[in-house]
């Protein structure tokens, strides 16, 4: 399969969607007894129609008048080092977000010292003293926050 | 003359004098490590002045800024890798000086280029701001709206070439401040029925995902084998600046820092900026231009008392307007804001003597900072010996402890790791980042001036054009997006030809 884009036919096409997803639940998200012309969803309603204009005009501008990129998926692309590359920023998002989950059951000290070691093989750290510095550091930052600064974290 | 005598009082206090020289070292630290900037280290250390005095916290976090402006010019220079985008002009002839072994000499030049810039910068701060905030009295909400429209017309000088992609950004911005309860009418915007989003999203946890988180994001395909670059300190000698070359960097030092403090006093620029046209003005007025990008301690000069003459300068639109004009003083003003002073014309009608506290600070800053410099240069050098995997987890180690602190709520965690991946795409799709940020502090002053100027006019929006100020502030705006236009047509038919 070919493909032909650009950063601005990639970022329009998100934010028409986006902005149009957001300015039909204005009715439902912003409930107001104002009679006014000039009310509570006014200014909503500028930043969202502003995106969706602004992002209509950025997908025109990718779409005719800017360089586009060809893309050829066939399954080598699964193994290309272009591919690892997003592929490593998309594994890094996923830890961010099971940190999330993690945070929740387990708190501050433990949620993160796995995100840490999680990190440090990510980057395929060796030396031991890798891990041990930022391990302290998390217990560090939880003693400061909660003796130093009185700021009990979860 | 009672303010500024009151803010001195202020000022003297010893616990300012042990924060700045924290603040300082700290600033040093984050702007000598490549991929951290002096933004950044402002946002994590806004959590650690929440029980501090605002004098105190100001300082400190004014400290960050000087100090990270100049930290940055330590890896330009020695391993030809800016530590933030203000020292870029100075790789030209700071890494070549390395090259030839003089990288003491250089890094000196950059420390009193610095700290000359920094100290007439933070002069110009100290009596232009309160001239300008005299006149801002006069301000009312057709004006204030006025200005924020010229505050996010900013976003023409800082949208990389594509005003779109600005415009978009600054839309994320305002309507991401416009989450939660509507202060006016009482209704809740976009919260989902979710409690946790009525008091809306708090500017220092925006900051934190949409710059530490995506940066540290941007950085998931660091490849710890080829990208970590390391100073050896044994090739910082000890040779000194001579007097002749200190008599020939006068003109360069002067004419930097002037330029520094005009670009850096207007909105949308910055000390890259400053730094860059400094340089530049500075290599066309030589006898000895070919020297230049050789390793010319002039050019060293030059681009350093350009960007640390921007940073007083910067706060004068701010303070004064309540225009932000970069991301650093975005985020600064965001820290006014958390310890309850509204950056804009009444702040130096109500807390004038903090405010006279802080200039006058400033000043102090910039002394600290060459004592700082003088002792600690050869030692700033190791820390390019930290690996990027270690710096990343102890980076997000506080960025999640920060975040956590500010309301005390796990919410918050979950929004800037949102916010960062957001913003990561962002990024990836080159956006800019400071007019989403402009967008978050300018929306609630357009929207809150805006229904109130309506009111005023019983909904005609000939109140914003038939009021001078107005007029004027909405004129430059237009002026500015239309001068952004026609030097991108301009840059597009070169490249063409």
Redesign the interface.
Request: glycine share 6%.
């Given at each position: 399969m070919k493909i032909k884009y650009n950063?601005?036919i990639?970022?329009?096409a998100?934010?028409v969607i986006a902005a149009t997803v957001?300015w039909l639940?204005i009715p439902s998200?912003?409930?107001?007894?104002?009679k006014?012309?000039?009310?509570?969803q006014?200014?909503?309603r500028?930043?969202?129609g502003?995106?969706l204009i602004?992002?209509a005009?950025?997908l025109i501008?990718g779409i005719f008048f800017n360089e586009k990129k060809e893309l050829v998926i066939t399954k080598e692309s699964f193994h290309s080092d272009g591919f690892k590359?997003e592929m490593?920023?998309v594994?890094?998002?996923v830890m961010?977000?099971a940190?999330?989950v993690l945070?929740?059951f387990l708190g501050?000290i433990i949620s993160?010292a796995i995100?840490?070691v999680a990190?440090?093989l990510?980057?395929?750290?060796r030396k031991w003293y890798?891990y041990v510095?930022?391990l302290a550091?998390?217990g560090i930052?939880?003693y400061v926050?909660g003796v130093v600064?009185?700021?009990s974290?979860? | 003359m009672d303010l500024f005598l009151e803010g001195l009082s202020v000022l003297l206090q010893w616990q300012n004098f042990l924060i700045i020289p924290i603040g300082l070292a700290l600033g040093i630290v984050v702007g000598a490590i490549p991929g951290l900037t002096s933004d950044l280290g402002i946002i994590l250390c806004i959590p650690l002045t929440y029980g501090m005095e605002p004098t105190m916290a100001i300082l400190m976090l004014l400290a960050i800024y000087c100090g990270g402006t100049y930290g940055g010019s330590i890896t330009a220079i020695l391993i030809n890798t800016p530590g933030t985008s203000a020292n870029a002009a100075t790789l030209f002839d700071g890494y070549p000086m390395a090259r030839k072994g003089q990288a003491y000499k250089a890094l000196s030049m950059a420390l009193f280029a610095s700290t000359v810039g920094g100290l007439l910068s933070a002069f110009a701060l100290l009596f232009l701001a309160p001239q300008i905030a005299k006149i801002t009295l006069l301000f009312g909400p057709a004006e204030y709206l006025a200005l924020a429209v010229f505050g996010l017309s900013v976003i023409a000088g800082v949208s990389n070439k594509s005003i779109f992609k600005g415009l978009i950004g600054a839309c994320i911005g305002i309507f991401v401040s416009t989450v939660g309860m509507d202060t006016i009418s009482g209704s809740s915007r976009f919260t989902f029925g979710n409690i946790n989003l009525m008091s809306g999203i708090d500017l220092i946890i925006a900051l934190i995902g949409l710059f530490a988180i995506s940066e540290i994001m941007m950085k998931s395909q660091y490849n710890p084998k080829t990208d970590h670059k390391q100073v050896s300190v044994s090739s910082i000698t000890k040779d000194k600046i001579t007097r002749e070359e200190y008599r020939r960097c006068r003109k360069p030092i002067a004419l930097g820092s002037l330029i520094g403090i005009i670009i850096g006093a207007t909105p949308g620029t910055g000390g890259g900026l400053a730094a860059f046209i400094s340089y530049n003005q500075t290599k066309q007025s030589s006898k000895h231009p070919e020297t230049f990008g050789e390793g010319e301690i002039e050019g060293v000069a030059a681009s350093e008392s350009a960007n640390n003459g921007a940073c007083g300068a910067t706060m004068i639109p701010m303070l004064t307007l309540g225009v932000p004009g970069d991301g650093a003083t975005a985020i600064l003003m965001g820290a006014f804001m958390i310890h309850g002073m509204v950056p804009g014309p009444m702040l130096f009608k109500e807390q004038g003597n903090i405010l006279y506290a802080i200039m006058i600070g400033l000043i102090v800053v910039n002394v600290f900072m060459y004592l700082i410099g003088r002792v600690f240069t050869r030692l700033y050098a190791h820390i390019t010996r930290i690996p990027y995997e270690i710096l990343s987890c102890i980076v997000l180690t506080f960025c999640i402890a920060g975040s956590y602190s500010t309301n005390n709520r796990l919410y918050d965690i979950y929004i800037i790791l949102i916010f960062g991946i957001i913003a990561y795409f962002l990024r990836r799709m080159d956006f800019q980042l400071v007019p989403v940020l402009l967008g978050i502090v300018l929306g609630p002053l357009a929207e809150d001036n805006f229904r109130r100027a309506m009111l005023l006019s019983d909904g005609s929006l000939s109140i914003f054009v038939t009021r001078p100020i107005s007029l004027l502030f909405l004129a430059v705006a237009v002026g500015s997006l239309a001068l952004f236009a026609w030097r991108n047509h301009k840059d597009k038919v070169k490249a063409r030809m």
């Open positions: 950063a601005e990639i970022a329009g998100v934010f957001l639940l998200q912003i409930q107001t007894l104002e006014t012309a000039i009310n509570a006014t200014f909503p500028i930043a969202i502003g995106m602004f992002s005009g950025l501008q590359r490593r920023s594994i890094f998002a961010l977000l940190y999330c945070v929740t501050f993160t995100l840490v990190i440090l990510f980057y395929g750290a890798y510095i930022p550091m998390v930052v939880y926050f600064l009185r700021i974290l979860p | -």
